[in-house]
């Protein structure tokens, strides 16, 4: 029987039953341990990068080569038919009758899912506007279990900008499936927005609003840590808010054993760079995995069975 | 006591009535009832004995199906659908919300791809502690229906 993501479309966290999120993670763990160059033999992936990404493209296309595949495509959308005035649904109809799948990224938010009812083959969204980046959940996930060996029954901190990193928002929305306890570690500005707090209530899942960084590490397995962005406050506004949120090497004394850092990078100083060679720093780790991630979820789209 | 009708009987056609006041000009813009070229009537701020004042729309010769009068059921909840045929009342729509909505509704977000391409707009539709909440299937931003029913 054909694994359950067979020729189907990657756009959104929510359309990922549990057990589909499993079978990626479970995969990426199988194809890090054991590298497989014949999974996208003969296959040609196109890579459409509307808008410009340095990690995504170029994990999604070594993950790509390194399974025996062919891309195509291009990592700006400024020289495409695009510009000329071409809609969105014409330029993937086109797209895909010369591939065997689609990764895109767009700067629209729905751009996926609108891609994905123009094409003949698979879209796998890299990035729709501020809406998902399913890959980046699913490489996540793959790190938690990896580093902690489960996914259930975890406590994780999310720290610094709730509001806008739709990073925080997918990975939640995901763990939500696995009852684990989450913390939310943001200014009142850059809080969890409603609508997955309320999400949250309605399955049941508890977490904790917290402002004290230092006070939730030593209770946490994960603390995911993410940017604040500079250019939504004034200056002095940005200073005092952001040195509330910068994770310290000396903060980890108390930290559980097993408790790891992530960060979705790029970081700019809410990591300190002492806290690289802590042993529970994780997200050079984290980025890599983004290949094995990205592997598995091509392979389990290509192939029946892997 | 003087018996007046507020707007002339239909012959054949659509009267939805009970409208909330105010809400009768954006009924006649969301379902493109005044591009039909059909004669439409509508009563504005009229006296209503349960509503205070209420909005009539009248359409002739048009029949508002079970799927338009669901979409009117977002923002005028308590209004009625008569179906007219030969001055007689031949069905009543039972406004129930739908659970999806296809091309009324422009998306809020302006970011939002389905605003250039050929696609309609979609909204999955769901109440939660009566509070009535709007989906797009496309940029999946959520927002309260009243949002999505003051675009256009």
């Given amino acids: 029987m054909a694994n359950p993501l067979y020729r189907k479309h990657i756009i959104s966290i929510p359309d990922f039953t549990r057990e589909e999120l499993e079978l990626v993670v479970e995969t990426a763990g199988r194809l890090k341990a054991a590298p497989r160059h014949d999974l996208l033999a003969g296959k040609v992936v196109a890579s459409c990068f509307f808008e410009p990404s340095t990690r995504t493209r170029l994990s999604f296309e070594t993950s790509i080569q390194r399974l025996g595949g062919t891309v195509i495509g291009f990592a700006d959308g400024a020289n495409t038919s695009a510009k000329k005035g071409e809609t969105l649904a014409d330029t993937i109809r086109i797209i895909s009758s010369y591939t065997d799948a689609v990764v895109m990224r767009h700067p629209q938010e729905g751009a996926a899912r609108l891609a994905s009812e123009f094409s003949a083959v698979p879209v796998i969204n890299g990035g729709d506007g501020a809406n998902q980046h399913p890959s980046q959940t699913l490489l996540d996930l793959f790190t938690i279990k990896e580093s902690q060996g489960r996914l259930e029954n975890l406590a994780l901190a999310f720290v610094g900008d709730l509001k806008y990193g739709r990073t925080v928002h997918s990975l939640t929305q995901a763990l939500s499936l696995f009852n684990c306890h989450f913390y939310f570690v943001a200014p009142e500005v850059l809080a969890m927005p409603d609508y997955i707090c309320e999400e949250l209530d309605e399955r049941g899942i508890s977490y904790t609003l917290a402002s004290s960084l230092e006070e939730v590490i030593p209770q946490v397995d994960i603390l995911y840590m993410t940017r604040i962005q500079r250019e939504r406050f004034d200056e002095a506004e940005f200073k005092q808010i952001q040195g509330q949120y910068i994770l310290k090497a000396e903060m980890l004394n108390h930290a559980r054993p097993n408790m790891k850092v992530m960060h979705p990078l790029p970081r700019v100083d809410e990591i300190e760079v002492a806290v690289d060679d802590t042993p529970h720093a994780y997200y050079f780790e984290q980025a890599r995995n983004g290949v094995f991630a990205r592997q598995a979820l091509l392979a389990l789209v290509l192939n029946e069975t892997v | ?152």
């Fill in chain 2, 1 to 152: 006591m003087q018996y007046t009708r507020n707007v002339e009987a239909l012959k054949e056609g659509t009267v939805i009535d009970h409208i909330p006041a105010g809400q009768g000009l954006k009924i006649l813009r969301l379902f493109q009832l005044v591009e039909t070229g059909e004669r439409v009537t509508v009563g504005l701020n009229l006296q209503s004995r349960h509503m205070g004042s209420k909005d009539v729309v009248k359409v002739e010769n048009i029949a508002l199906t079970e799927e338009q009068a669901n979409e009117l059921a977002l923002f005028a909840p308590k209004a009625t659908v008569n179906v007219i045929s030969n001055f007689e009342v031949v069905k009543k729509h039972k406004l129930e919300l739908p659970e999806e909505i296809e091309g009324v509704f422009a998306c809020p977000n302006s970011n939002c791809i389905s605003h250039k391409e050929p696609v309609m707009s979609f909204f999955y539709v769901r109440t939660v502690k009566n509070d009535t909440k709007m989906k797009c299937k496309y940029c999946e931003k959520v927002f309260s229906k009243d949002i999505v029913a003051e675009v256009r």
